[in-house]
């Protein structure tokens, strides 16, 4: 069974930058399918972003999309997703999960590993 942890988390103003990262331990995350949620006080788990294992393919929400990028490097087990152009709207805790279903996967049912999510804030 992996286990997933996040990292990078933090407080940052609007217009600014941040990275994320999500490294496994207890596994390979060389064949699983990654994405990143987010979930703000009193919302649900929202999709931000997702990449497959084959072929890295990547696939994005509207909300995010020319702004966050998603990569994985499989050597070193770990899955980064790099925030820019931050907006006071994308505060939320983000979590990484891993899954085993084929294919870009955009759901929050579709993942089997979680890990405890890290906190992003972004003041106006």
């Known amino acids: 069974q992996v286990h997933v942890a996040e990292s990078g988390g933090g407080l940052v103003q609007a217009g600014g930058s941040l990275s994320l990262s999500c490294a496994a331990s207890?596994?390979?995350?060389?064949?699983?399918?990654m994405g990143w949620f987010r979930q703000a006080p009193g919302k649900e788990r929202d999709f931000v972003a997702a990449?497959?294992?084959?072929?890295?393919?990547?696939y994005y929400a509207d909300s995010v999309k020319g702004r966050f990028t998603i990569s994985r490097d499989n050597a070193k087990n770990t899955v980064y997703l790099q925030m820019n152009s931050l907006k006071p709207e994308d505060t939320a805790v983000y979590y990484c999960?891993?899954?085993?279903?084929?294919?870009?996967?955009?759901?929050?049912?579709?993942?089997?590993?979680w890990g405890q999510g890290t906190q992003v804030t972004v003041s106006s």
């Open positions: 999960a891993a899954g085993q279903r084929l294919g870009i996967l955009r759901n929050s049912y579709e993942y089997d590993y």
């Open positions: 207890g596994g390979t995350l060389y064949r699983y399918n």
């Open positions: 990449i497959s294992w084959v072929a890295s393919s990547t």
